[in-house]
T-cell receptor, first 114, second 113 residues
Framework: AQSVTQLDSQVPVFEEAPVELRCNYS??????LFWYVQYPNQGLQLLLK??????LVKGINGFEAEFNKSQTSFHLRKPSVHISDTAEYFC????????????FGSGTQLTVLP | NAGVTQTPKFQVLKTGQSMTLQCAQD?????MYWYRQDPGMGLRLIYY???????DKGEVPNGYNVSRLNKREFSLRLESAAPSQTSVYFC????????????FGPGTRLTVL
């Protein structure tokens, strides 16, 4: 079984400041890792994913995440946020070789303040 | 290219009523999923269909049934709605191979009174 913990339910940050959204996972097997974003009243869309290779993954809208196997973490970062980044962010994990199912974290609401 | 579409967008039911949520994808994906989203709980998998003709239970299947009508369509049925089923429901699809991205519909907001 696998699980995902998003350590912060709400993160307020001022515009143009850096932000880090934290994600830790637990799994007995190797995993794939994902970050999805949900804008108000919309479905989820993929920000970025880690499958293999370089542990630093770049996604859309200037976001990046780093896979740390020893710490079982996949934290999401952006060096300078915009008002339009206000959304809910979900970390998710799936098992390698059986990647049809995603397990989601509880989400982090990022609010960018002017 | 519509992606994943869901109908209806909103629905209010009384306890005990039944309804079917519809989902269709036009990406020729093999796998389809139904999730529910509740505040502070992320998304939880209700049922999924790994390929046409197959369905399997997810984390929270009680009170729901599904039908994979064809490769494009995957419906979710509530036979006797309960207030605990008040939620936002999302359908998603993916090609079905390892590491694939899931593509989500816009959601159905369901209230059961």
């Amino acid at each position: 079984a696998q699980s995902v913990t998003q350590l912060d339910s709400q993160v307020p940050v001022f515009e143009e400041a850096p932000v880090e959204l934290r994600c830790n996972y637990s799994s007995s097997v190797s995993v794939y890792l994902f970050w999805y974003v949900q804008y108000p009243n919309q479905g989820l869309q993929l920000l970025l994913k880690y499958l293999s290779g370089s542990t630093l993954v770049k996604g859309i809208n200037g976001f990046e995440a780093e896979f740390n196997k020893s710490q079982t973490s996949f934290h999401l970062r952006k060096p300078s946020v915009h008002i339009s980044d206000t959304a809910e962010y979900f970390c998710a994990v799936s098992q390698r070789g059986s990647a049809r199912q995603l397990t989601f974290g509880s989400g982090t609401q990022l609010t960018v303040l002017p | 290219n519509a992606g994943v579409t869901q109908t209806p967008k909103f629905q209010v039911l009384k306890t005990g009523q039944s309804m079917t949520l519809q989902c269709a994808q036009d990406m020729n994906h093999n796998s389809m999923y139904w999730y529910r989203q509740d505040p502070g709980m992320g998304l939880r998998l209700i049922y999924y269909s790994a390929s046409e003709g197959t369905t399997d239970k997810g984390e929270v299947p009680n009170g729901y049934n599904v039908s994979r009508l064809n490769k494009r369509e995957f419906s979710l049925r509530l036979e006797s709605a309960a207030p605990s089923q008040t939620s936002v429901y999302f359908c998603a699809s993916t090609q079905g191979t390892s590491g694939d991205t899931q593509y989500f519909g816009p959601g159905t907001r369901l209230t059961v009174l």
